[in-house]
C-alpha cells in the first residue's frame, strides 16, 4: 500500500522532480516481491527491476520467513486457506501482467532461492510476456564486477523502458 501511495502522489505532482510518465521500479529481495504485485496492480509503469526477488507464490514466502527466523515469524499464516494464499500470490495474475520486468539473480544466493526468479521467468516467458533474465556468480548482494555488470544492465533496461 505504502509503494502504490507513493505512486499516487508522484502522480499528483508531490514531487515536481519525478516525472509521473516515466516511473519504474526497484525491488530487492522483499521488495522485489512487493515490485511484483505493484506491476500487477499498476499497469502503468513503464517497468521493474527485480534484484534477488522473494517469490510471486506467497506460500513459499511465508516458508521462507519461517525458515530465516527459525519458526518464530509467519507461522500464522499458514492457517489461511490455500485459496486465501493462492489468491494473494502474484504468479496467479501473471496473464495480466502488461509491465516489462528485468529479472536479476545470483547463483549463490542462500536467502532467497534462485529458482524462484527462474520460475518466474519460465512462466513469463510461456505467457509472451515482456521479461529479461540474468543470472550472475554471486549471492543475495553483487560486489566488484558482478554489480558492474549488474548495474549496467539495469541502466540499458531502464533507458529501453523509460
Not at 516525472?19 to 516515466?22: Q, S, T, V
Not at 522485489?32 to 515490485?35: K, L
Not at 548482494?141 to 540499458?156: H, M, P, T, W, Y
Given at each position: 500500500m505504502d509503494v502504490l501511495n507513493l505512486l499516487a502522489e508522484v502522480r499528483r505532482g508531490a514531487f515536481p522532480q519525478a516525472?509521473?510518465?516515466?516511473i519504474a521500479l526497484f525491488g530487492h529481495s522483499m521488495g522485489?516481491?512487493?515490485?511484483q504485485i505493484v506491476s500487477l496492480v499498476d499497469p502503468g509503469l513503464k517497468g521493474a527491476v527485480l534484484y534477488g526477488s522473494m517469490s510471486g507464490d506467497e506460500r513459499r514466502n511465508l516458508e521462507r520467513i519461517r525458515y530465516w527466523s527459525g519458526g518464530s515469524r509467519g507461522q500464522e499464516l499458514f492457517a489461511l486457506s490455500p485459496e486465501v494464499l493462492r489468491q494473494a500470490s502474484a504468479w496467479t495474475y501473471l496473464e495480466e501482467l502488461s509491465v516489462p520486468l528485468s529479472v536479476h539473480h545470483g547463483l549463490q544466493d542462500a536467502q532467497v532461492?534462485?529458482?524462484?526468479?527462474?520460475?518466474?521467468?519460465?512462466?513469463?516467458k510461456a505467457l509472451k510476456k515482456p521479461v529479461e533474465c540474468f543470472s550472475y556468480p554471486g549471492g543475495h548482494?553483487?560486489?566488484?564486477?558482478?554489480?558492474?555488470?549488474?548495474?549496467?544492465?539495469?541502466?540499458?533496461f531502464l533507458g529501453r523502458v523509460l
Open positions: 516525472d509521473p510518465a516515466r522485489g516481491g512487493v515490485a532461492p534462485p529458482e524462484w526468479s527462474w520460475e518466474l521467468c519460465r512462466r513469463l548482494l553483487f560486489r566488484g564486477e558482478v554489480d558492474r555488470v549488474f548495474r549496467e544492465r539495469v541502466l540499458a
